[in-house]
C-alpha cells in the first residue's frame, strides 16, 4: 500500500479526502506544454494506471473538472430517448437532476435511502416503460452512494439494462480505487470517478471510461448543444485519448500529483490489497458502530451486505444532532462529515477510504467514542 506521511491520519471526510504531503508536493513541478512530448509521456503514465484502477484495457478519459462534468458528459453521450434514474440517495438524485437539466426526459425508480438497488426493481420499471410512452434510453445508478454509504451491485443493474437494449450510466465516485469494479468484464456502459475519494488526490479532476460500443454510439449523433454538448463531448475525450492529450487544456499540477500517486499504488499495492483493505477498514467501521449501539444509540444505515466499504453513514439516536458531533471530533483534532441532504442531521458520515487504514481509522474512532461519551453524558 501506499505509505502515509507523518502527520497523517486526521481527516475522514467522505470527499474530499486525506491527501499525503509527498502527492501535494508534486504539485509544485514547474509547467510543461500540454501539446508537447512530455505532456504526451505524462499522459500515457496516468491512463496506463488508471487502466489498472478501473479494470479496463479501454482509455481512461481525463478530465480537468469534478465528476459531476462527466455525469453530464455521459448523459449528453447517451442514446436520445427517456432516462431511468434510480434514487436511493443525494447524489443519484444529482444524476436525475443533471439529466433535466440537459433536456431530458427523466423518470426516477424510488428506492429507501440506505439501501441499494434492486436490478428486479430496476427489470420492471425496464419493462414497463416511461410514461410518456416508448421505451427508456438509458439508466444512471450510484455504486456507492455517498450520503447514505449503501453499496448497489451495478454489475446486475448493468445487465439488466444490457438486456432491455439500455445503456447504463454509473457513477462511482466513492467507489473507484476503494470498491471492486471491473469496467469489462462488468460490461459498462460508462463509468465514472473524481480524483478526491478513494484515489486519494486533491479535487479538480475526473476519470471516466466508456465502452466502445457506447462510444460510437456517441459519435453516430450529431455534435453541439443539443446533443453531445461542447466541453463534455465524451467522443472529443476519446479522440484526444488515442494522441495521449485532453482536448482543453489540462489541470497541469493536479496530473504531477495523479502521476505520483499511481506511480505509488502500482509499487505498493495492487489494486485488489487496495479493495481488501477499504474492506478491512470497514468491517472495523461497522463493528465499532454495532459495539454501541446500545450504550450511545448508534446503527449504521446501509442494510448488511449492501454497504459501501469506502463510506459508512451512522444513524443517531433521537436527540442527538450530527453538527454537535462533528464540531466535537473537530475540538479532538479530527474532521469527519455531517449527514447529507434529508439526512443531515440524524446521521454522520465516516470516510474510511484513499490511504487511510485500520490503524488511522483507530485514532478516529477514539476519538469519536470521547465525543460521544462527552455529549450524551455516557
Same mark, same amino acid.
Request: proline share 6%.
Given at each position: 500500500? &501506499? ?103 427523466? =423518470?426516477?425508480? %424510488? ?22 410512452? @416508448? ?35 454509473? %457513477? ?28 486519494? /488526490? ?43 492529450? &485532453? ?13 505520483? =500517486? ?56 433521537? @436527540? ?51 465525543? /460521544? ?6
Amino acid at each position: 500500500m &501506499t505509505t502515509p506521511d507523518a502527520g497523517f491520519g486526521t481527516f475522514f471526510l467522505p470527499g474530499p479526502t486525506e491527501v499525503r504531503p509527498a502527492v501535494l508536493a508534486a504539485m509544485l513541478r514547474p509547467m510543461i506544454p500540454h501539446r508537447g512530448a512530455d505532456f504526451e509521456a505524462l499522459y500515457a503514465r496516468c491512463d496506463a494506471g488508471l487502466r489498472t484502477v478501473f479494470r479496463t484495457e479501454r482509455p481512461v478519459y481525463l478530465s480537468s473538472s469534478s465528476a459531476t462534468g462527466l455525469m453530464e458528459g455521459a448523459v449528453r453521450a447517451a442514446p436520445a430517448g427517456p432516462i431511468l434514474a434510480v434514487v436511493n440517495g443525494a447524489f443519484s438524485e444529482r444524476f436525475a437532476d443533471i439529466a433535466r437539466a440537459c433536456g431530458r426526459d427523466v =423518470q426516477v425508480l %424510488d428506492v429507501v435511502w440506505g439501501c441499494p438497488a434492486d436490478p428486479d426493481d430496476v427489470a420492471r420499471a425496464l419493462r414497463t416503460g416511461p410514461s410518456s410512452g @416508448g421505451r427508456f434510453a438509458a439508466v444512471t445508478v450510484v455504486h456507492s452512494e455517498t450520503s447514505t454509504g449503501a453499496l448497489t451491485d451495478v454489475r446486475a443493474v448493468a445487465a439488466v439494462a444490457r438486456a432491455h437494449g439500455v445503456v447504463c450510466l454509473v %457513477d462511482s465516485v466513492t467507489g473507484v480505487g476503494g470498491a471492486e469494479l471491473h469496467a469489462d468484464t462488468w460490461a459498462l456502459d460508462f463509468v465514472l470517478t473524481g480524483s478526491q475519494k478513494a484515489l486519494a /488526490l486533491p479535487p479538480g479532476l475526473a476519470f471516466g471510461v466508456a465502452s466502445a460500443e457506447f462510444i460510437a454510439g456517441a459519435a453516430a449523433r450529431p455534435a453541439g448543444a443539443a446533443a453531445r454538448g461542447r466541453y463534455f463531448d465524451l467522443t472529443e475525450f476519446e479522440t484526444y485519448a488515442a494522441r495521449r492529450q &485532453t482536448p482543453n487544456t489540462p489541470a497541469l499540477s493536479l496530473f504531477y500529483a495523479l502521476d505520483v =500517486q499511481l506511480a505509488a499504488m502500482a509499487a505498493c499495492e495492487p489494486i485488489e490489497a487496495r479493495w481488501a483493505r477499504h474492506r478491512a477498514m470497514a468491517e472495523q467501521m461497522w463493528a465499532w458502530v454495532d459495539a454501541r449501539a446500545e450504550r450511545f444509540g448508534l446503527g449504521v444505515l446501509a442494510p448488511s451486505g449492501a454497504r459501501s466499504p469506502t463510506v459508512t453513514t451512522v444513524a443517531l439516536p433521537a @436527540g442527538l444532532d450530527s453538527a454537535a458531533l462533528v464540531r466535537a471530533l473537530a475540538a479532538r483534532g479530527y474532521t469527519i462529515g455531517a449527514g447529507y441532504g434529508r439526512l443531515r442531521g440524524t446521521t454522520f458520515r465516516v470516510g474510511h477510504m484513499g490511504d487511510h487504514t485500520p490503524e488511522t481509522l483507530t485514532g478516529c474512532l477514539a476519538a469519536c467514542d470521547d465525543a /460521544l461519551a462527552e455529549l450524551t453524558g455516557h
